[in-house]
């Protein structure tokens, strides 16, 4: 059974700094696209940034120079470091995966076919 566990969330203020990790176990291959979401309170699940098993990124234009994605593959786990948030970062965040990097190239929630029970980061002003 696939499971992806996030953790690092919390609250922090405009400004600071988040750290966010997801163990990803019991996968029977490789995996091929690892990504980011986020969904904020009556907002669809946008995607936030993602890595490919070749370590090609995707960033959202709103995180772009802020986050970072990165993977630890012999740990299984897929980090996003969060600079310099602001209140529109809040929301819910869940890692995911998909099984083939093209969807890391413009990545769809509908394409990420394993989640996170996701971790809330809320930043206050």
């Known amino acids: 059974e696939v499971q992806l566990v996030e953790s690092g969330g919390g609250s922090v203020e405009t400004g600071g700094s988040l750290n966010l990790s997801c163990v990803i176990s019991?996968?029977?291959?490789?995996?091929?696209?690892m990504g980011w979401f986020r969904q904020k309170v009556d907002k669809g699940r946008e995607a936030v940034a993602a890595?490919?098993?070749?370590?090609?990124?995707y960033y959202a234009d709103s995180v772009k120079g802020r986050f970072t994605i990165s993977k630890d593959s012999a740990k299984n786990t897929l980090h996003l470091q969060m600079n310099s948030l602001k209140p529109d970062d809040s929301a819910m965040y869940y890692c995911a995966t998909a099984d083939d990097r093209v969807y890391c190239r413009h990545p769809q929630s509908y394409d990420f076919g394993n989640w996170g029970q996701g971790i809330q980061v809320t930043v206050s002003s």
């Open positions: 019991g996968y029977p291959y490789r995996v091929d696209c």
């Open positions: 890595i490919d098993h070749l370590e090609n990124t």
